[in-house]
């Protein structure tokens, strides 16, 4: 049972727009989320976190937004460059270290 | 450089056969993990070392499986008897407190079981 889910395997967006990527989780009890890029043969690399207590975090061009009631969690890129392509993991916790994976968004970027 | 390095990047080993793979984390960083990345799937925990404690082995899919971090820095992950279901991406990441931290990753070991 996948309890953090990206159902979007891919997304293409043109240079300079809004690139939305979405997760969704099933424990509510989750309360700290974070999204990882990862480029080909590397590691994940970390991008931005959000706790549950709040909805928002921004980072530069990167802004993750937190729908508690829903269950849903989106990373907003704007403005899009080609050096964002790459894939996207969504994450999750409760409390701990352990963190559970979504299984990734392949986000390409077109110049 | 200073960030997770893993080694061998690459390793090919035949069925039955046992491998050691190699994790640095960052200097002092009290945690270490592994997860293993199947093929178009998202990193999946295996264990959790705090300095050279192993508190948590619970992802680990089998007995063939072992790690340990003898002086809490370095690690090894050794799979015993190597199957073609073990045919993944291993990744290490460390993080530099214990609890819900920022995960730092290498560039992982792709094992490819013949």
């Known amino acids: 049972d996948q309890q953090v889910k990206q159902n979007s395997p891919s997304l293409s967006v043109q240079e300079g727009r809004i690139s939305i990527l979405n997760c969704d989780y099933t424990?509510?009890?989750?309360?700290?989320f974070l999204w990882y890029k990862k480029y080909p043969a590397e590691g994940p690399t970390f991008l931005i976190s959000i706790s549950s207590i709040k909805d928002k975090n921004e980072d530069g061009r990167f802004t993750v937004f937190l729908n508690k009631s829903a269950k849903h969690l989106s990373l907003h890129i704007v403005p899009s460059q080609p050096g964002d392509s790459a894939v996207y993991f969504c994450?999750?916790?409760?409390?701990?270290?352990?963190?559970?994976f979504g299984t990734g968004t392949r986000l390409k970027v077109l110049a | 450089g200073a960030g997770v390095s893993q080694s061998p990047r690459y390793k090919v080993a035949k069925r039955g056969q046992d491998v050691a793979l190699r994790c640095d984390p960052i200097s002092g960083h009290v945690s270490l993990f592994w997860y293993q990345q199947a093929l178009g799937q998202g990193p999946e925990f295996l264990t959790y070392?705090?300095?050279?404690?192993?508190?948590?082995k619970s992802g680990l899919p089998s007995d063939r499986f072992f790690a340990e971090r003898p002086e809490g820095s370095v690690s090894t992950l050794k799979i015993q008897r190597t199957q073609q279901e073990d045919s993944a991406v291993y990744l290490c990441?460390?993080?530099?407190?214990?609890?819900?931290?920022?995960?730092?990753f290498g560039p992982g070991t792709r094992l490819l079981v013949l």
């Open positions: 070392f705090q300095n050279e404690a192993q508190l948590d």
């Open positions: 994450a999750a916790s409760i409390g701990t270290y352990k963190y559970i």
């Open positions: 424990n509510s009890m989750f309360d700290y």
């Open positions: 990441a460390s993080s530099l407190l214990a609890g819900q931290e920022t995960q730092y």
